[in-house]
Nanobody, 118 residues
């Protein structure tokens, strides 16, 4: 099991940038996948991007080309760089770490609010 703490959210203007951080307490390499999800009021939580243990990445279509997920195993951290922000990016962003099979887990952080003004 790992614990996750997000930071880096805040208020940004449309077209601006934010860098979200997710610090992992525990062995970051124990997770098969670490992802960023977001949930806007009245909407379901949706996957924004994920990165695998080996560095493979995937992005939701609406953020593709505007966002970059990365990891620094030495710092036990995963980052989400978001550029050209849009008002529809406004949501609470959550970090998630999953491991399947032996010693499986599905851990969530507390979330960080991102608000983009037009």
């Amino acid at each position: 099991q790992v614990q996750l703490v997000e930071s880096g959210g805040g208020l940004a203007q449309s077209g601006g940038s934010l860098r979200l951080s997710c610090v992992v307490s525990g062995n970051i390499l124990s997770a098969d996948v670490i992802g960023w999800y977001r949930q806007a009021p009245g909407n379901q939580r949706e996957l924004v991007a994920y990165i695998t243990r080996y560095g493979g990445t995937n992005y939701e279509d609406s953020v593709k080309g505007r966002s970059t997920i990365s990891r620094d195993n030495a710092k036990n951290a995963v980052y989400l760089q978001m550029n050209n922000l849009k008002p529809e990016d406004t949501a609470v962003y959550y970090c998630n770490a999953r491991r399947s099979g032996n010693l499986q887990y599905d851990s969530w952080g507390q979330g960080t609010q991102v608000t983009v003004s037009s």
